[in-house]
């Protein structure tokens, strides 16, 4: 069974741009949550779908968003960047419906924002 | 909010040593994880473990919830369990949150 995948790998972006980053869940898995990793303030969850609704958000401003479609993948967008959005990105995957069962990581997108 | 714990944070050993890496949080959860972040950062599940014990090779993991912590125990260390390792507890599904992680070093 194929893992969990992400798009792109790495991506380079300027202040002000905005960006979107995709994820494959396990097949099989309906829950799709996304994490942030800085140096500083370590893995932080950013938000949670399951069967295309949000149902948990972190502590991100609104300029973070995503979304998933009817076949579980999902996408988060990032508008107006800053230059301390620079961070590796993680989605996870999960069997769901319990909120954070047993996940699944993809190998995250690294994100450079100059 | 729930807070995670992770001791020690580095972690110098020779091949073929033990250790035990700690895990404490603050409140009650509905479950804990523990993963290994390798050099490329990608984060691969090494337990799901809400209570007891589990064993998988030389890897074995303890989470005593009454008291709010957990171990995981690596024995036989490998240069290739160098790594950060993190555990992570869901705060009954309104958020999963990670400890500060442990940056192991297994030298030969």
């Known amino acids: 069974k194929a893992g969990v995948t992400q798009t792109p790998r790495y991506l380079i972006k300027t202040r002000g741009q905005q960006v979107t980053l995709s994820c494959s869940p396990i097949?099989?898995?309906?829950?799709v949550s996304w994490y942030q990793q800085t140096p500083g303030q370590g893995l932080q969850f950013l938000f949670e779908?399951?069967?295309?609704?949000?149902?948990n958000k972190g502590n991100f401003p609104g300029r973070f968003s995503g979304r998933q479609f009817s076949n579980s993948r999902s996408e988060m967008n990032v508008s107006t960047l800053e230059l301390g959005d620079s961070a590796l990105y993680l989605c996870?995957?999960?069997?769901?419906?319990?909120?954070?069962?047993?996940?699944?990581f993809g190998p995250g997108t690294r994100l450079t924002v100059t | 909010g729930i807070q995670v714990e992770q001791s020690p944070p580095d972690l110098i050993l020779q091949e073929g040593a033990n250790s035990t890496l700690r895990c404490n949080f603050s409140?009650?959860?509905?479950?804990l994880q523990w993963f290994h972040q390798n050099p490329w950062g990608q984060l691969i599940n090494l337990f799901y473990?809400?209570?007891g014990t589990k064993q998988n090779g030389r890897l074995s993991a303890t989470t005593v919830a009454t008291e709010r912590y957990s171990l995981l125990y690596i024995s036989s260390s490998q240069t290739t369990d160098s790594g950060v390792y993190f555990c992570?507890?869901?705060?009954?599904?309104?958020?999963?949150?990670f400890g500060p992680g442990t940056r192991l070093s297994v030298l030969p």
């Open positions: 996870a995957s999960s069997r769901g419906p319990e909120g954070f069962s047993e996940q699944y």
């Open positions: 097949s099989g898995h309906r829950s």
């Open positions: 779908y399951f069967s295309e609704t949000q149902r």
């Open positions: 409140d009650s959860v509905n479950n």
């Open positions: 473990i809400p209570s």
């Open positions: 992570a507890v869901d705060n009954y599904g309104q958020n999963f949150v």
